[in-house]
Nanobody, 118 residues
Framework: QVPLVESGGGSVQPGGSLRLSCAAPAGSSMNVMGWYRQAPGKQRDLVARMISGGSVDYADSVKGRFTISQDNDKNTVYLQMTSLKFEDTAVYYC?????????????WGQGIQVTVSS
């Protein structure tokens, strides 16, 4: 099990911002990076997905508000969330497909709670 360490979640008022981080093991060459979320009683859905050097896709519900990015020097993927809404409340998971030398892996973060409430 490859450890991905998520951070940055918490509680925020509607209209606020949060930035989630997902750190991969040192030496990872990240190829596909994604953020997913799961609200209580619902399935896990894609929020944003990025292919390194390629395409970026967002769920319609977050377009224009969320931005996925990567910092290869820090082996970290970010999700910048702005103009947060009540319906953004969920547990957020990162997913990374990467390689360390000739070894490839796909892993999930542990999940981090984001709560939007007044």
């Amino acid at each position: 099990q490859v450890p991905l360490v998520e951070s940055g979640g918490g509680s925020v008022q509607p209209g606020g911002s949060l930035r989630l981080s997902c750190a991969a093991p040192a030496g990872s060459s990240m190829n596909v990076m994604g953020w997913y979320r799961q609200a209580p009683g619902k399935q896990r859905d894609l929020v944003a997905r990025m292919i390194s050097g390629g395409s970026v896709d967002y769920a319609d519900s977050v377009k224009g508000r969320f931005t996925i990015s990567q910092d290869n020097d820090k082996n970290t993927v970010y999700l910048q969330m702005t103009s947060l809404k009540f319906e953004d409340t969920a547990v957020y998971y990162c997913n990374i497909e990467a390689a360390i030398s000739t070894w490839t892996y796909a892993a999930w973060g542990q999940g981090i709670q984001v709560t939007v409430s007044s």
